[in-house]
Every structure is written in C-alpha cells, then in structure tokens.
C-alpha cells in the first residue's frame, strides 16, 4: 500500500547545519531572521514566520527550561487557534518531506520541537 501521509517524515535541522539531499522541503519556522546569516546564504523553500510562537510567548519563555513545560501548552493553544501559515504548513507536510528549520541553539528546548509533534498529530 501506497502511504499518502508524510508527517512522519518530518525533519528537524538547525540553520546553521549544512543542508542534505534528502532535507526535502527546507522550511524556517522562526519569527526572526537568524543572526549570523545571509539571506542569500541559507538554502530554504519557504520562511512561515506565523507558525512561530507569538511575540509576547517567545518574550515570555526566553529559552527558560524551566518554563518549557508551560510554554509547550501555550505554543499548542496557538498553533491549534490557527492562521493560513499554520494550515499551509499542514497540508505541506502531508504531501512530501519537511525539514523545519530553527535559529535556538537549545536542541531540547525549542519551539521547533513542539510544531513538529503538532504537525504529526501528537
């Protein structure tokens, strides 16, 4: 049987890690353009900056371990109230690979994490 579904074949990759063959669709996933790099430099399809925390969210979390397990309930309520980059994000990683790219350097601790498990239906 043929799968349709792509969403296990989600990928997550650092900005600053060197794109690969089998990346698939290079998506960055943050509000802000990532310091240090060239817009001409970084090899991506697509930038979904409102599929990114809000704002006042990332303000509020700071890259703080300790409020993640909070941040991660808020950064869902966002991403479950909705916004045409969120739905075309969706619909993207049901019907190829997706690598979501980040700037964070906490490899744990990172909204990229969270939209991914989203977007897998965790």
């Known amino acids: 049987m043929v799968r349709d579904d792509h969403r296990s074949e989600i990928g997550l990759k650092r900005v600053y890690d060197a794109p690969e063959p089998g990346d698939g669709v290079r998506v960055l996933v943050d509000r802000l353009w990532p310091r240090g790099v060239r817009k001409d430099a970084l090899k991506m399809d697509l930038w979904l900056k409102d599929v990114a925390p809000s704002p006042d969210l990332r303000h509020w979390f700071g890259h703080d371990p ?38 964070a350097h906490d490899l744990a601790h990172n909204h990229a994490l969270v939209l991914r498990d989203f977007l897998r239906g965790a």
């Open 66 to 103: 300790a409020r993640w397990e909070e941040f991660q309930a808020r950064y869902r309520r966002e991403l479950q109230a909705g916004n045409p980059e969120i739905a075309q994000l969706e619909a993207l990683a049901g019907r190829e690979k997706v690598t979501l790219l980040y700037a």
